[in-house]
């Protein structure tokens, strides 16, 4: 018997041992990525060079291609469905040099909303990269080139699909005119060919006949969970920058009709 208690015992101990160094074995993500000293111009006047602009014929070919096939889908479809060509806003928000905030928007975006019997069902999202804008042309083509890649077709457009809408007990009939209601929509975001799943809690309005969806806090959008993190290198060397944060948040206001 006490043979039996010991090695149940030296067991338990092994399963703890391995299951604890498997927990803390994954490496946490960086909250920056830092460039390595070697790469940086210690002139604190440098500024990059212009950048040549890139060839995003192709791409942009196949993100209109995308947005029609989107936009058919709802046309066509038997449900009642919504959608929008490029109509709100689609902003984001990143740090460079640790406390630098870089702001800027993406200018081509087209959405699709499924309407049940009691309200939002589904709400498809794309994005063409190459309308990144953040108010600097010579960076707008290195984000382009460098970190997106965007200029290949099948990198220049990221979608988001949420297929899981939480309406919190929402019946359409409930949804008057001007009163706005919050849900949790969750779903799957497509970037740099690596899908992660992705949450937004969101404000409904409609009024009108135009359905407003808003994300009521940014999302955080992680460099390292879609493959970048090897490009922010390539970046910051390219901007003279010391550190890249890892995370970018994300606002997205949409107006469908």
Same mark, same amino acid.
Request: net charge negative; hydrophobic share 40%.
């Given at each position: 018997?006490?043979?039996?208690?010991? *090695? @149940?015992?030296?067991?338990a101990v092994l399963f703890l041992v391995v299951f604890t160094s498997s927990a803390f074995s994954a490496e946490a993500p960086p909250e920056h990525f830092q460039n390595p000293p070697e790469n940086i111009n210690p002139?604190? %006047? &440098?500024?990059?060079?212009?950048?040549?602009?890139?060839?995003?014929?192709?791409?942009?070919?196949?993100?209109?291609?995308?947005?029609?096939?989107?936009?058919?889908?709802?046309? /066509?479809?038997?449900?009642?469905?919504?959608?929008?060509?490029? *109509?709100?806003?689609?902003?984001?928000?990143?740090?460079? /040099?640790?406390?630098?905030?870089?702001?800027?928007?993406?200018?081509? &975006?087209?959405?699709?909303?499924?309407?049940?019997?009691?309200?939002?069902?589904?709400?498809?999202?794309?994005?063409?990269?190459?309308?990144?804008?953040?108010?600097?042309?010579?960076?707008?083509?290195?984000?382009?080139?460098? &970190?997106?890649?965007?200029? @290949?077709?099948?990198?220049?457009?990221?979608?988001?699909?949420?297929?899981?809408? /939480?309406?919190?007990?929402l019946l359409r009939s409930a949804l008057e005119d001007g009163t706005t209601h919050q849900i949790l929509a969750q779903g799957t975001?497509?970037?740099? !060919?690596?899908?992660?799943?992705?949450?937004?809690?969101? %404000?409904?309005?409609?009024? +009108?006949?135009?359905?407003?969806?808003?994300?009521?806090?940014?999302?955080?959008?992680?460099?390292?969970? &879609?493959?970048?993190?090897?490009?922010?290198?390539?970046?910051?060397?390219?901007? *003279?920058?010391? +550190?890249? !944060? *890892?995370?970018?948040?994300?606002?997205?206001?949409?107006?469908?009709?």
């Amino acid at each position: 018997m006490a043979n039996q208690f010991r *090695n @149940k015992w030296l067991i338990a101990v092994l399963f703890l041992v391995v299951f604890t160094s498997s927990a803390f074995s994954a490496e946490a993500p960086p909250e920056h990525f830092q460039n390595p000293p070697e790469n940086i111009n210690p002139d604190p %006047n &440098f500024v990059p060079g212009s950048y040549p602009i890139p060839d995003t014929y192709a791409a942009r070919s196949a993100y209109e291609l995308k947005r029609s096939e989107l936009v058919g889908s709802a046309l /066509n479809g038997e449900a009642e469905r919504i959608y929008s060509i490029g *109509n709100g806003e689609i902003q984001f928000s990143s740090v460079k /040099n640790e406390t630098a905030n870089v702001i800027g928007s993406f200018r081509n &975006f087209s959405a699709v909303g499924m309407i049940g019997e009691e309200g939002p069902k589904q709400l498809d999202l794309i994005v063409d990269l190459n309308s990144i804008d953040t108010g600097v042309p010579g960076r707008d083509r290195r984000i382009q080139s460098l &970190f997106f890649q965007s200029i @290949k077709p099948e990198l220049g457009t990221v979608s988001v699909i949420f297929d899981r809408i /939480n309406l919190g007990g929402l019946l359409r009939s409930a949804l008057e005119d001007g009163t706005t209601h919050q849900i949790l929509a969750q779903g799957t975001l497509l970037l740099n !060919g690596v899908s992660q799943m992705v949450s937004a809690s969101l %404000n409904v309005t409609k009024k +009108s006949g135009t359905w407003t969806v808003e994300t009521i806090s940014p999302v955080s959008v992680l460099i390292s969970d &879609f493959s970048l993190g090897e490009r922010a290198y390539e970046l910051m060397k390219a901007c *003279n920058h010391k +550190s890249i !944060g *890892n995370a970018v948040s994300v606002t997205v206001k949409l107006y469908l009709r």
